[in-house]
């Protein structure tokens, strides 16, 4: 699919690795949708540099977990645009689940958005473009997908659910509608990283460095204008699933 002309939609669209895919698809000439939850001075400022690539742009505050708020985001983005075209699951709580839990709000939080709201959302932009006759989901995911991760219960197994929906959606979907996954690495230190966090993180991947979100828009483009590839995933890591390997056998 070319996506200029078309209408994306990108969850978690305002910020950090949302908002390099949403500006990528804004840069190909697609018309951009930017869900948030609470980044509303983000996403409207996101708006306004897609806006300045002479694309249209709306900002829609909507908690993915909520089926409503889904339909309602889905709907204005079709009476303002027309369609939605293309669906990026991009959205994910960043929250630590340290397993046994006494409390499983931190589960229910995360996997409500990871599982629960990446559903709401292909379910509901899926009846625009069956009827349209065309369609791209691309699901971000990441390493967790693949691996645990110690104390991140919740993402590791809520990222690994995106990639098994990536997959049933795909044949759900087939031969209309493509979806595929990213799985990004280390491309955007959290926040709390310190400089001798980033340059140990660098040191597992095979290229020796961190990537960029600018790497992971690439990928997203790639599976939009990828017309016989669904079901699949790419990983954006630098060789980091095989750092380990660098230096020893066994």
Known sequence: ??????????????VRVGKAITLALARAGANVVINYNSSATAAE??????RALGVGALAVQANIANNQQVRAMVNAAAE?????????NSASLWQATPFPMDDVS??????????NGSFYC???????????????????????????WPDFMAHSVGKSALLALSRQLA?????????????????????DYS???IARTAAKTLLDRWGTPDDVAEAVLYFVRANYVTGEVLAIDGGERFGHRKHEIG
């Open 1 to 14: 699919m070319n996506p200029s002309g078309k209408t994306a939609l990108v969850t978690g669209g305002a």
């Open 45 to 50: 400022q996101t708006a306004a540099e897609a």
């Open 80 to 88: 303002r645009f027309g369609s939605v075209d293309i669906l990026v």
């Open 106 to 115: 931190g589960w229910q939080q995360v996997i409500s958005v990871l599982i």
């Open 122 to 148: 292909a379910n509901a932009v899926a009846p625009l473009m069956l009827t349209k006759g065309e369609g791209a989901i691309v699901n971000i995911i990441d390493l967790a997908a693949f691996e645990p």
């Open 171 to 191: 044949l759900e979907l087939a031969p209309t509608v493509r979806v595929n996954a990213v799985a990004p690495g280390p491309v955007l230190p959290p926040p």
């Open 195 to 197: 400089a001798d966090m």
